[in-house]
């Protein structure tokens, strides 16, 4: 669930939004995920991400954490303990739990996932897999300042400004790349679309709510029976990126809730 880069020429970051397959390469002048966003009844956002990640990761999370957090008036984040198991990385009503394990030789460099009701999203993870981040290649501060920006951000409703691997960075994290030294943090456009988003209230929050009443005891919004590590629990593939891979699958969880998967690829 980026700019998607390409890795090393082979690698194709899965564009998690890019706006219509055989598109790839447009730059967005505006790059909000549809309408998703969190419900909140005042400014800014304040928004829990669950610090589930070892500490090779933290001082990354810490960063894109701070970095968005600069959004003018519309959104604060805060890191905060954990309260998944890293191994299943499961989703916690009301926050981002943000994990980072060795996956395995899978194909994904990163996956981040969000349950949406409606409009709103409820929840979300994002999940970074060592299997490739232990290798010398991905293994730079570079790299992982990207794809952890850029992940994060997708949680908030937020997509990418360009899915053409080979233009000229933008400078935000928000861009698909092959080199990610100039891409690692938001630009000034990212923080002018949140604002943008976040600009209405709603009447009821769905950050920090650990039952959200409006769901109906039957909604699956919190299914426990999703594992979001298996490709197959995706759901139907409905973007892919330039390279024609796989990089945006939505699952129909009924009652109004949905589940949207976004895949960076590795190579």
């Known amino acids: 669930m980026m700019k998607f880069s390409r ?3 082979f690698l194709a970051v899965a564009a998690l939004f890019v706006a219509v397959a055989g598109f790839a390469s447009i730059a967005f002048a505006t790059h909000s995920w549809g309408t998703y966003h969190w419900a909140r009844t005042a400014n800014p956002l304040a928004l829990k991400l669950g610090d589930d990640v070892s500490s090779a990761w ?3 999370l810490a960063t894109a954490s701070s970095d968005w957090s600069a959004a003018p008036a519309v959104l604060g984040t805060t890191v905060v303990a954990g309260s998944s198991d890293p191994k299943k990385c499961r989703a916690v009503s009301g926050r981002v739990e943000v994990c980072n394990r060795i996956y395995g030789n899978n194909g994904w460099l990163g996956v981040a996932s969000i349950w949406v009701n409606g409009n709103h999203i409820t929840q979300g993870t994002v999940k970074l897999n060592d299997t490739y981040f232990n290798t010398s290649y991905y ?3 570079a790299w992982r300042q990207m794809v952890v920006c850029q992940e994060v951000g997708h949680t908030f409703g937020l997509d990418h400004q360009d899915t053409n691997f080979y233009n000229a960075n933008l400078g935000t994290c928000m861009d698909y790349t092959s080199d990610p030294s100039t891409n690692q943090h938001p630009n000034q456009h990212d923080y002018d679309q949140l604002a943008a988003i976040y600009t209405h209230l709603d009447s009821f929050t769905s950050a920090f709510s ?3 009443s409006a ?3 039957d909604s699956k919004v919190n299914d426990d029976d999703i594992d979001t590590l298996d490709a197959k629990e995706w759901g139907k593939e409905v973007r892919k990126s330039s390279d024609g891979r796989s990089s945006l699958h939505e699952r129909d969880l009924g009652k109004g809730n949905k589940l949207f998967t976004f895949v960076i ?3």
């Open 58 to 60: 933290d001082a990354y």
């Open 210 to 212: 650990k039952a959200l």
């Open 215 to 217: 769901r109906g005891k």
């Open 139 to 141: 293994n730079t501060p």
């Open 7 to 9: 890795f090393g020429g």
């Open 265 to 267: 690829w590795a190579n």
